[in-house]
């Protein structure tokens, strides 16, 4: 079965459940993180909330002190007379937990409680396209040019050790399983002179030459196309309807692993 069919099932389960008065038996397992959520998770979340990311919930261990089940938000702590569901997820009820609040959007306006999740980036302006094509243009060094002006496009972790800048290091960063780590963009795995995994005709950067590298393709294309794939930087699709009532009906049920 595949996901999409065993997303489909779940969710067809979940409106029986809510049409009939009893729901489960001894064959039915109910929604469980490992089987139902950590798939949804992991296609448009866990590239920034992992283990070593500055961002304060690790969704790729949602079990741990720095997790989802039973901690507490930290937009709550921050601001606690705004009465903020206090929990990320709080077991077995879906109507307190934060996270249900960033996947539906229901967040206060003055912006205590964060950007609806996933995280849309923003595209990278024509400005900054200019400035990855004139450092390409004068060889793509690793030089004080590329660190005041190209690297904060990228990104990188800051000193204090809290948060990313930039707009592309959320995803390629080192261990990401992202073919690309841009927080070593000189490196085996990086981007100049590595041969791009997607059009193995091309370098990723090759220097002195902007239109012979594919990194120009991803940042300039407006739309997906057969010869560039995605546009960069990537806006994730919402989470669906369905995949937010199955997250729902997993902390309903308990929130089980």
């Given at each position: 079965m595949t996901l999409f069919d065993r997303t489909r099932a779940i969710a067809l389960a979940v409106l029986a459940c809510i049409a009939l008065p009893a729901c489960g038996g001894e064959d039915d397992d109910g929604i469980t993180y490992d089987d139902d959520i950590r798939p949804l998770f992991n296609r448009r979340c866990t590239t920034c909330h992992r283990p070593v990311s500055p961002i304060n919930v690790d969704i790729q261990n949602p079990y741990g002190e720095r997790g989802l089940v039973n901690t507490a938000n930290s937009w709550a702590v921050e601001y606690p007379e705004e009465m903020l569901d206090v929990d990320n997820v709080d077991a077995g009820n879906p109507g307190a937990s934060f996270v249900i609040d960033k996947l539906t959007g229901s967040l206060p306006a003055n912006g205590h409680g964060g950007a609806p999740m996933p995280l849309q980036v923003e595209p990278v302006t024509a400005d900054e396209v200019a400035t990855i094509t004139q450092w390409i243009n004068t060889g793509a060094q690793n030089d004080t040019f590329f660190q005041m002006n190209v690297r904060p496009?990228?990104?990188?972790?800051?000193?204090?050790?809290?948060?990313?800048?930039?707009?592309?290091?959320?995803?390629?960063?080192?261990?990401?399983?992202?073919?690309?780590?841009?927080?070593?963009?000189?490196?085996?795995?990086?981007?100049?002179n590595v041969r791009a995994s997607y059009r193995g005709d091309l370098m990723r950067v090759k220097p002195n030459e902007p239109e012979e590298s594919f990194i120009i393709l991803k940042i300039t294309a407006t739309e997906a196309d057969s010869n560039v794939g995605a546009p960069m930087p990537y806006s994730y699709d919402p989470l669906t309807d369905t995949q937010v009532e199955t997250v729902r009906q997993w902390i309903l049920e308990g929130a089980r692993p």
């Open positions: 496009i990228f990104g990188s972790e800051e000193s204090n050790g809290l948060f990313f800048s930039g707009k592309c290091v959320f995803c390629h960063y080192d261990g990401s399983p992202n073919p690309l780590n841009l927080e070593d963009p000189f490196g085996p795995n990086g981007l100049v």
